[in-house]
């Protein structure tokens, strides 16, 4: 038993030389700095108020208001507390499409669907940005 706690230790200690080493170099995280270094946070951008033109046919509108703080989750959908059909007119918000109230197979139903219950899979907040990559998108309207 002890030679063989023995043979574990070796074995392990071998298998470990390289991390051992590997770690005293120097560390560099994927941000492109070292460990130690203190880098900024990168540029936070506001929501644009009023509402960006659609770029294509049925692209999911944007939200024209942060939902930093919603909670959408399996037991609630924070989003419902105003754009649901029973609430939409009070609040002044626009309604959910009738494709929302949907199931798979196109039965109507009186809630949301699960299959569209989770708003930010379609829906992004808008906001005015610079492009992360080149995009070269345009728009059939003009064709």
């Keep these: 038993m002890k030679r063989h706690l023995i043979l574990s230790a070796v074995a392990?200690?071998?298998?470990?030389?390289?991390?051992?080493?590997?770690s005293a170099q120097s560390i560099e995280s994927l941000r492109g700095a070292g460990v130690e270094e203190t880098v900024a946070p990168l540029n936070t951008y506001q929501i644009d108020e009023g509402r960006f033109s659609r770029n294509y046919r049925q692209q999911p509108p944007l939200i024209p208001h942060s939902v930093d703080k919603?909670?959408?989750?399996?037991?609630?959908?924070?989003?419902?507390?105003?754009?649901?059909?029973?609430?939409?007119a009070e609040r002044n918000a626009p309604t959910l499409s009738m494709t929302h109230y949907q199931d798979r197979d196109g039965t109507q139903l009186n809630q949301v669907s699960g299959s569209?219950?989770?708003?930010?899979q379609c829906h992004v907040p808008q906001a005015n940005t610079p492009g992360l990559?080149?995009?070269?998108f345009q728009s059939a309207r003009g064709n």
């Design 133 to 136: 990559v080149d995009n070269l």
């Design 70 to 88: 919603y909670q959408v989750d399996l037991k609630a959908n924070q989003c419902l507390s105003c754009h649901d059909w029973t609430n939409a």
């Design 12 to 22: 392990t200690a071998f298998l470990l030389t390289p991390v051992m080493f590997a």
């Design 116 to 120: 569209r219950w989770f708003c930010t």
